[in-house]
């Protein structure tokens, strides 16, 4: 693929240098192509590249073409292209399209409007470029280049470094779930009805799908009050940093310190400890408690929760534009990578005594990270993602034809692709390990499905047993009973699915959606034909076999595996052919094979599958929509590794596109920096106050000032007043009290003097009784 | 010519006259022509909407009603709308609407509510539901509601939104009763409502405060990202601190946790939403509802019907699969059975408009029963089966059955909007026509 791209981008440089005369006298509008061409080509040199790449593979060639060529149906309009097969097709649809893009509708490029159906003519085609989607951007990447702006992803990889824009990527609802519970230690099913992430290419954490818009951010609030409540009432001592006796003010400060730097990743600045304080003040009237659990229910619903930073602080010794991710950006990062979830305390530590900025601390923190079980818990989580099993758990079946997939079954098939995929990353084992090994693991209930007798003993805890495979069916990635079943029809097989995920999944080769106009009939239920046999009846059609000739002979050869993954020996008493063939095999053309045995070797001896693994690991890992140049980049040292599936994480986290981005003119660094102590637990420094000036009749009294905290520009007093005296005394005190006060409790305060401050009671404290105390304070910024 | 008009349909020509020169003679004599008592009513018009959803299309000779003599129809025995044959009155059939420019599945699903427009069109790309939104729904503590069933099983796509607040930008509907139920009477139930509303403000405030600090560091995609969220709180906002609803809260919804996706549970979970949906119009708590049930090629299973096979799988049905037939036909019937359920509920609350307690919360009430694609074996979008229920506080005479002979579903949302007063000549594509269906008046 890489081949042919450079070859037509030469044939394309070459035409603009003979000032497109590879068109002339061919297209009535010839004679301007050379300069149309010349003139985006020079500005951005990619454009070709990138049209080629992102529109004419992907749908220009394949649906657009059908009815927009010199005889089509839409051969009377202005978009008029040529196939491949006709010499100089690249720089004549190139213009073509191009031209289409420099049309301005009301500020919108007619390129953009036709397709996506928003153009008030209309669209006989339909809307084949829906708005919003990643099609619908690359058409708007192309007009940008064609109206002189490069910007946005290269078609070809540039050497180097891959480095991504700056981002703020919104937790998914795993992480955010993960995250939840482990900072607050309570049940998370408040969270399990979220409107669900936007999927992109299978995976719910692409940086660019995850907002939050209208319905989520009301399940957000209604989540966070659950959750701000389940936590003071059940884990309130755990969280507070202050014994029951010191529950106040000054403690809910320290709070919102210690609990803010760990929900949001990062050390709060003044001005968060000022706004999580006015929250504590105004829901502590109903008592400490219900102070502090306000302060968790807008911590959750805060962007510096909600959204991990990847924005980072510009470095320009690193390079012009460079942004590079701060310590905290860099826990996070790694810490969502491997385990999916927020910062430990070791990570958060590391990250605040710098060590992650330097090679010896990234490193030890990265293995440290790796080795963890928690990291297990991600890559089956990846490997759900990347192979649809997710849906194992929902996925209606037929349960008169499928009796036997149970709701056991359903889970005893999740049990076993895990501990496979657990095995496989335990013990170094690569994508063509994966595929050709017959090690298993089966309990009783998959036994049983498979009619595979069990050894005698040795299962784990939910009944597993190791098993070999070889002498059965079964084994193997491709064979997994929950891959076979997600990727299947209510009722029966689906070559279309099997050979779509295949195509997709493994290989990295999207195909687009069925076009809108296109109608044809499925293939129905007939007793008469094998499955088989009605797919083949159906590809027949030319507009379905466009697509379907690159899905259903690869799906034909899973044909021996029923709708849950079970062997059979024939299709409804129809003799099975599995023999397939992957059609348009990167760099290897029409490959046949027969079976599943057959497919699972010819995509083990081959790199791209491999490539492809690495791919859909950076598209999860790092939030990229296409991953293919950071591919490109991390080959060698996914090569290095053995091409383990396990180091794929490793691998990405270690090449400098992880802690470094690219940003923009006027961006602004990253909130997520400065400096933080691990913090201690000295007792509160008395501040001296050697004269406090008293008013009448306070003289009696005994002072005391505490400085409960002290966060450099900003700190919090308490003082504790007691009465020793045998009668009521209605007091008043002059203290040292600098700065701007943000807020005062159980007092109300006027100035004195310059950093001299009187404190007066409030209604139910103005007077203390013989023997009795009371206290008050504030926080005040210098 | 003038009695024609009248005939027709006067009101909608007076709307439409609204913003010209209504002084002009011509007009103060179509008022004189009518009593004064008629001259002083306020137009006839819809107060509130709800739009229904179930996928897959339908197979028409078995949704078709049976005209009789007389003009008049049935819902036949066995029928797929047979289970709402005691409403027959209260109905409209319209048969033979097409959409333009969309066939199969998505493109249905995208056209249905749309007509399929973009920015430059009247309805600048959004659903009639949320175009309605906008001209009624400012006055409610809920603009609108969007109320799901099993929805989202594969996040949020073209196959499985159906309102648009623009070209492309999908409004996610809500599958989850409880959530739901807490949106609407969550304050009212338990608690101070006083305080609870002004630590929610300040939460809010601050949340506001943080994201306009964050957006100044950011470059233009991620700053587009928080704008949505921007957007987002002003919702939230507006309906945890709306006016307080006048209404005690019902029952919370009898729905276990954990089972939103839970095919088995579609049913409960339908009616759940449908009682909310009733509720909240019935306490105006919104004016405008949508219930999307599943999604266009949704495989749910009606185990609860005694079937194996997914809904999609059986829309697929050809007429030589007789097994495959009636199991399509029991599920659509299983979703006519739900629509005539909303249709008693609604019958069953007293119209919130009527100062004497006369009438029932039907009356005001537009109910669009939609679908998004006609003939589900071919994938086209022609004779597409659409039902609206109710008098829709005068604007339509139900009762009827109308084939419209393959005209522009366009017409029907614009019907839809003028029922409000929205003086709408086109919806969505204005290639696909302008005007009312002026039948359904």
Known sequence: MTRRRRSALALLVAAVALGGGACAGADDAGSGDGALLEGIVGACPDAAAFFEERLWRPILSTKCVACHHEDGLAGHTRLVLWDETREGWLEHDFAAVARLATEDVDGTPLLLLKPSGLDPRGHTGGALVQAGTALYADFAAFAQKVAGDCGGAPAVCEAGPVLGARLLRRLDHTELRNTVRDLLGVDVAVLDGLAPDEVEDGYTNNAAALTVKGLLADQYREAAEALGAAAVAERLDALVPCGPAARDRTCAVGFIADFGLRAFRRPLTDEDIGRYLAIYDLAAEDGFGSGIAWVITAMLQSPGFLYRSELGKRDEAAGDGVFALTDWEIATALSYLFWGTTPDEALLEAAGRGELATEAGFSRELARLAADPRAEATMARFAEQWLGTGRLAFVARDPVAYEALTPAVREAMAGQMARVMEAAYADGETLADLLLSRRSFLDPELAALYGVTLPEGGGDAAGFVPVDLSESAYGGLLRLGSVLTVHALPASSSPIHRGKFVRERLLCVDLQPPPPGLVADPPS?????????????????????????????????????????????????????????????????????????????????????????????????????????????????????????????????????????????????????????????????????????????????????????????????????????????????????????????????????????????????????????????????? | MLSRMKGVSRRTFLAGLGASAVAGPFARLLAGAASPARAAAPPARAKRLLVLFSPNGTIHAHWRPTRTAGGGFELGAGSILEPLAAHRERLLVLDGLDFRNATNHEGGMAAMLTGGGGLQTESRGMSVDQVVKGAIGGSSRFPSLELGVQTSAWGGGVQTRMCYSGPGAFVTPDDDPRHVFDRLFGDVVGGDAAKLRARRKSVLDLVNGELVDLHGRLGRAEQLKLEAHLEALRDVEKGVLGELTACDAPAAPDVPAGSTYDNDRFPDLTRAQMRLAATALSCGLTKVVSLQMAHTIAPTVFTWEGLGDGHHSLSHSGDGDAHGVAGFVAAERWFAAQVAFMTELLLSYPDPDAPDGDGTLLDGTLVLWAKEMGDSRLHVCTSVPMVLIGPAGGALRPGRYLDLGGRSHSHLLVSVCQAFGIPMQTFGDPENGSGPLSELA
Not at chain 1, 613 to 637: I, K, P, S
Not at chain 1, 677 to 689: A, G, I, K
Not at chain 1, 753 to 767: L, T
């Open chain 1, 525 to 782: 239920a007939d007793p008469t034909k094998s499955t088989r046999e009605r797919y083949e009846a159906h590809a027949t059609d030319e507009r379905c076999a466009t697509c379907h000739h690159l899905m259903d002979p690869i799906g034909f050869g899973f044909e021996r595996f029923d709708g849950i993954g079970r062997w059979r020996a024939d299709d409804g008493g129809h003799a099975i052919d599995d023999a397939g063939v992957v059609r348009e095999m990167p760099d290897a053309g029409d490959v046949p094979f027969t079976g599943v045995e057959g497919l699972s070797e010819l995509l083990a001896g081959s790199d791209v599958a491999a490539r492809c693994y690495l791919r859909q690991w950076v598209r999860f890992g790092t939030g990229a929509r296409d991953g293919a140049c950071q591919v490109d980049a991390l080959w060698a040292g996914f090569e290095a590794a053995g091409g383990a599936l396990a180091a794929a994480p490793r691998v990405i986290a270690e090449a400098p596109g992880f802690t470094r981005r690219r940003g923009g003119v006027g961006e602004m660094d990253t909130l997520a920096d400065g400096v933080w102590s691990v913090p201690e637990d000295p007792p509160d420094p008395v501040v001296t106050e050697p004269d406090p000036t008293v008013g009448a009749g306070s003289d009696a009294l005994t002072v005391t000032v505490h400085e409960t905290t002290n966060w450099g520009s900003g700190y919090c007093r308490q003082v504790e007043v007691q009465n020793p005296t045998g009668g009521t005394v209605t007091w008043e005190l002059v203290l040292d009290a600098p700065g701007s006060l943000t807020t005062v409790w159980n007092a109300v305060s006027d100035d004195v003097s310059e950093g001299r401050r009187r404190f007066r009671g409030e209604a139910w404290n103005a007077q203390v009784q013989a023997e009795r105390g009371t206290s008050f304070g504030w926080c005040a910024n210098l």
